[in-house]
C-alpha cells in the first residue's frame, strides 16, 4: 500500500518492471510446456527462432504487429480520455467494410496509391461510426460505454455476416467473402524493407499498412502531448471535476475521442484486408481487437511502448503458430495459454512485483 | 503533571534527512515529544512538515537518521510497521469507505477472527468504550457518506484507537472544519492527551496552537529551527521564526472605490444533486473596485452559489448577470472570455489535475489563449516560459515546472491556482477559501494580490469559512445561513455580529 507512492526511475519502471513481468510470465509457460513433457528450453528456442530467425519470419511477426498496433492505439487514446473502448474487435470489423467498399470501387481504374488514402479514410470513418453510437450513449444518456462496445462486437458481428453472405459474396461461390481486389486495391508487400535486412519476404503477408500503423502512432503522440484537444481529453480522463471546472465539454470530448479510437481500430482491417488476402472474409479480425488491450496496457499507453508491446505479442503470434508446428504436442490452444500468461503478468498483474522492487530499490540506494 | 518535571519521550527523530531528487525535504531533523503532550509542528507552506510525519507513518523512508519510540530504535517499514509501533495518523484527506457504516471503517483490516459476527460484537463493544472515553460521539451505524466532515474526522480518529494508537499525528486537521467542529476536536485532543497519549499537530493557525498545545517546533525549508513551550512564546515570535521576517498578521487596505455594477445575482435559486435547495433565492451586486466578502458557517450554500456563479452548477431559477447581461446557459469557458476568473474552495478536485506537471496546470481552463498555442497545437516551450515567470512572480516552491503537481506542498498548490487565475488580469474574480492550508507568509502574499486586483478595479467575489479573512479582506460582507443571504454589513463589522448571524440568530 505504503509503496504506491514511492517515485521509481523511469528505467525501473518503464524498463526492469516489465522485462521481469514477462520472464515471469515465460517461467511459468515454461512449467507448464514442461508438465506436458517438453523440454521449455527448446520450445522457447524454436518460437524465438519461428518468429526472428528467418525473413519470412520476421515478415510474418510484423504482420500481426501492424495490427494490434492499430488495436492498442484505438485502445490507449480511448483510455486517456477516461474511457475503456472494448469494442476495437467490432469496430476494426466493420472498418473492413469500409476498406473492401473503397477497394471494389476503385481498384479497375486507378493504381493502388490513389486508392490507398480513399481506403484508410472509408476504413476509418466505418470504425468511427461502429464507435458513435456508444459514445452518443455515454456522453448523452449516461450508459455505460464498456457494455454498450461489447455490445456492438455482437451486432457487427452479424451485420458483417449478413453482407458477407447476402450481399457481397460473388454469386455462385460458397466462400462468404468478396471477390479479390485488383492490384489497384491491395496494399504492397514490403518486401524491401527484409531485403534491406539481408532476408527474403517469401509468402509472409507484411504490407504498407506497417508504415502507415507507424504514422499513426506518431500522430496519436502528436495528439495526445502536443495537442490542445489532447490536453481536454486527458483532463478529463484524470480529473472530470477539474476538466468541467475548465470549461471542457465532457460530451464533446467523449463523442470525438470515441470517434479517434474507432477509427484507429477501423484503420487495423487495411492491413489484413487489403494487405494479406486482397478480399473481405469472414471473422477477419480474429481477436486482434481484444489483444489491443493488453497491448496498450503493457505499453503503458504510449504510442513508443504499444509498439514494443505489439512486437512482443506479433513475436507470440508468429512464433507460437511455427512452435505448435515443430512440437505437435503444444497446440493452438497451448499457444493461446502462454499469450494468457503474458497478459495476465504484464497487464493485470502489473504492480504485483512493485512493492518487491521498491524495497530492493531502497535498500541498495540505502534510503 | 506539571510542566517542569521531565516527562520520558515518546518519540525522538535523530537526524533525519530526506531528498525528492535536488528537493531537500528534511535536513538532519532532531525531534524530542513528551509522552502525553501535545506538540506542534508548524512552518511555511513545503518547510518539511508532512513529509517528516509521513517518514514518521512509514509512507516514505528517511534516507538518514533513526526514529526511537518511547526509547527503543524503530525501522519503520510502512503504515502497518508504525500501526504496530503504536502510532495512527489522520490524513486530511481522509481514508474512509464512503459507503461503509462507521462500524465497518473502524474494523476494516483489524477484523480479528475469522467469524465477522464475533468481532462485530467485540468491536461495537471497544467502539462505544472509545466514543465514552474520549467524547467522540457518532453514530456506529451511520454510512460515513452522510456523515459531516467533523463526524468523519471524528471515525478517523476512533479508527487510529481502535488499532491501539498511543500517539496521534494531525496533519491540518481543522481546515476542513467548521469553528464548533473545531472545538470539538480540541476537547477530544485535551481528553487524549490527560489520559496520557501523545499528540503532534501540524497547523497554519497559530491561534491554534497557542489554544491547544504543551510545545511547539518551528520548521523552515526542511530544518527544525525552533522549539518553544507554547507558554513562553507569542504568535508574533512564532510567525517570525517561520518565516524569517516580520509578517503583518493583517493586510493594510485603504478605502474602496467603487464603480459600475459588474455581476450581478437575481434571486437565484440552486439545488443539489439530490434536489435540496441549498442556495434559496439570493440576490446582490458586486460593483468593480469592491470586495464582497460572503460570511457562512461551512455547507450554508456558499459552495453551490460559487458553482452556479462559475458556470459549473445549472441553477433551477433566477438570473446572473454581467456587465448588466444575463449569462445563462455560458459554461465556464464562456464565462472566462468574459473577464471572470474562478479560484475554486477544492484545488484537489477543481483546480488542479495533481497528475499533471506543474506547467500543464498553470494554463487549465485558459489553454485555448493564443500565447499558449497556434491552431490546434500547444506550445510547450511558451508554457514552460509562462509558468516560470509565475513561479518566480509567487515565489512557488520549487520552482520546477515539470515537477507533478501531487508533489508540491498544499500551499504551493494553492499558489499554482491563485498565480494562474490573478495573472491572467480577468475583470472579475470568484474566489473560495483562498488561504485554506495556506501559511502565513503566503497568506499575506495571497491578500496583498487580491486588494491590488479590487484597487486596479476589479469586482471581487470571496467566499471564506475564516471569519478573520471576511473580515480583513471585505468592503461589504453578506452572511449566508441556511442558503438565504441573512443580512450584509459593512466590512468594519464586529466579530460578535456576524458570528451571531452566521449562526441564524440575529440580522
Ligand atoms: N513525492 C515527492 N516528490 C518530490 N518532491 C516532494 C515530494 N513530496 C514532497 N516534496 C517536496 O518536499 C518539500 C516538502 O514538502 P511537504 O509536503 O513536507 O511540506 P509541508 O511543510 O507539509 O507544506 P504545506 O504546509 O504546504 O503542507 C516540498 O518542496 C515538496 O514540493
Ligand atoms: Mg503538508
Known sequence: ?367 | MSLDSPKEPAIELVGIDKKFGTVHANKNINLTVAKGSIHGIIGENGAGKSTLMSILYGFYQADHGEIRISGKPVTIRDSQTAIAAGIGMVHQHFMLVENFTVLENVMLGAEGGQLLAKGVASARKELKRLEDDYGLEVDPDAVIEELPVGNQQRVEILKALYRGAEILILDEPTGVLTPAEADHLFKVLRVLRDQGKTIILITHKLREIMAITDTVSVMRRGEMVATRKTAETTVEELAELMVGRRVLLRVEKGAANPGAVLMSVRNLTVKDSRGVTMVDNVSFDVRAGEIVGIAGVAGNGQSELLEAIAGIRKPSSGEILIDGKPVAGLDPAGLRDLGLAHIPEDRHHMGLVLKFEEYENSILGYHHDAKYGRGPFLDLDAMRKDAEEKIAKYDIRPPNPRLRTANFSGGNQQKIVVAREIERDPKMLIIGQPTRGVDIGAIEFIHKRIIEMRDAGKAVLLVSVELDEIRSLSDRILVMFAGKVVGEKSGEAGEQTLGLMMAGIAA
Open chain 1, 1 to 367: 500500500m505504503s509503496t504506491v507512492s514511492v517515485p521509481l526511475p523511469a528505467w525501473i519502471n518503464y524498463g526492469l518492471i516489465p522485462l521481469l513481468n514477462l520472464i515471469l510470465a515465460f517461467f511459468f509457460s515454461g512449467l507448464v510446456v514442461w508438465g506436458i513433457g517438453e523440454n521449455p528450453f527448446e520450445a522457447l528456442q524454436l518460437l524465438l527462432i519461428g518468429a526472428l530467425g528467418r525473413g519470412e519470419g520476421i515478415g510474418f511477426t510484423l504482420f500481426y504487429t501492424t495490427s494490434f498496433i492499430f488495436t492498442g492505439l484505438s485502445v490507449a487514446v480511448a483510455i486517456h480520455a477516461g474511457l475503456f473502448n472494448i469494442g476495437s474487435e467490432g469496430q476494426a470489423y466493420l472498418g473492413g467494410l469500409g476498406a473492401a467498399l473503397v477497394a471494389l470501387a476503385m481498384d479497375s481504374y486507378v493504381p493502388w496509391y490513389v486508392t490507398m488514402p480513399f481506403a484508410v479514410i472509408g476504413a476509418a470513418l466505418f470504425g468511427a461510426a461502429c464507435a458513435a453510437i456508444p459514445a452518443w450513449l455515454q456522453a448523452k444518456r449516461g450508459s455505460h460505454i464498456v457494455i454498450t462496445t461489447i455490445m456492438f462486437n455482437f451486432i457487427v458481428s452479424s451485420l458483417m455476416n449478413y453482407v458477407l453472405v447476402r450481399v457481397l459474396i460473388v454469386p455462385g461461390k460458397m466462400a462468404p467473402e468478396t471477390r479479390t481486389f485488383l492490384p489497384g486495391g491491395q496494399l504492397p508487400k514490403l518486401d524491401w524493407l527484409i531485403a534491406m535486412f539481408g532476408g527474403k519476404i517469401g509468402a509472409a503477408p507484411l504490407n504498407f499498412s506497417f508504415l502507415i500503423a507507424l504514422i499513426m502512432c506518431f500522430l496519436v503522440w502528436v495528439l495526445i502531448w502536443r495537442t490542445k484537444l489532447g490536453y481536454e481529453m486527458r483532463t478529463l480522463g484524470i480529473s472530470p471535476t477539474a476538466a468541467s471546472y475548465a470549461g471542457i465539454r465532457y460530451s464533446k470530448i467523449v463523442m470525438i475521442t470515441m470517434l479517434i479510437s474507432g477509427g484507429l481500430a477501423g484503420m487495423m482491417a487495411l492491413n489484413p484486408v487489403m494487405g494479406a488476402s486482397a478480399r473481405l472474409q469472414i471473422e477477419f479480425v480474429g481477436g486482434a481487437g481484444f489483444v489491443g488491450i493488453a497491448v496498450s496496457l503493457m505499453g503503458r499507453n504510449h504510442p513508443a511502448g504499444i509498439v514494443l508491446a505489439a512486437l512482443l505479442f506479433g513475436i507470440l503470434y508468429q512464433g507460437g503458430a511455427e512452435l505448435s508446428f515443430d512440437m505437435p504436442s503444444i497446440t493452438r490452444d497451448m499457444i493461446v495459454v502462454i499469450q494468457g500468461m503474458v497478459i495476465l503478468f504484464a497487464g493485470a498483474l502489473e504492480y504485483m512485483l512493485r512493492p518487491a522492487v521498491v524495497r530492493l530499490y531502497q535498500q541498495l540506494t540505502g534510503k
